[in-house]
């Protein structure tokens, strides 16, 4: 069983930043697994925000390149994304999942960026 736990969403004015984490746990070797960042606003399909693979490349959306920074620390299995800058277009919720093709996901946590 492997689990994925979001946290750090909330309610922040533009311009402003958060910081989501994600801790995985469970039957996963989490230093070989690609790690992402998915949202998804209302009315909206899921999307991907970034990527980072096990060797530590990083890839991401482009309405987020430059505000966004996706890092990890394999010693704590855990994923972050760093969001600054943020904008009334990145409210949605924000989903942790494993795998380049993902296999599990997180519950979700809720950004809301006021305008």
């Known amino acids: 069983q492997v689990q994925l736990v979001e946290s750090g969403g909330g309610l922040v004015q533009a311009g402003g930043s958060l910081r989501l984490s994600c801790a995985a746990s469970?039957?996963?070797?989490?230093?070989?697994?690609?790690m992402g960042w998915y949202r998804q606003a209302p009315g909206e399909q899921r999307e991907l925000v970034a990527r980072?693979?096990?060797?530590?490349?990083?890839n991401y959306a482009d309405s987020v390149r430059g505000r966004f920074t996706i890092h990890r620390d394999n010693a704590k299995n855990t994923v972050y994304l760093q969001m600054n800058s943020l904008k009334p277009e990145d409210t949605a919720v924000y989903y942790c999942?494993?795998?380049?093709?993902?296999?599990?996901w997180g519950q979700g946590t809720q950004v809301t960026v006021s305008s």
């Open positions: 999942a494993l795998g380049g093709q993902p296999r599990y």
């Open positions: 469970g039957s996963i070797i989490f230093r070989l697994n690609t």
């Open positions: 980072i693979t096990s060797g530590g490349t990083t």
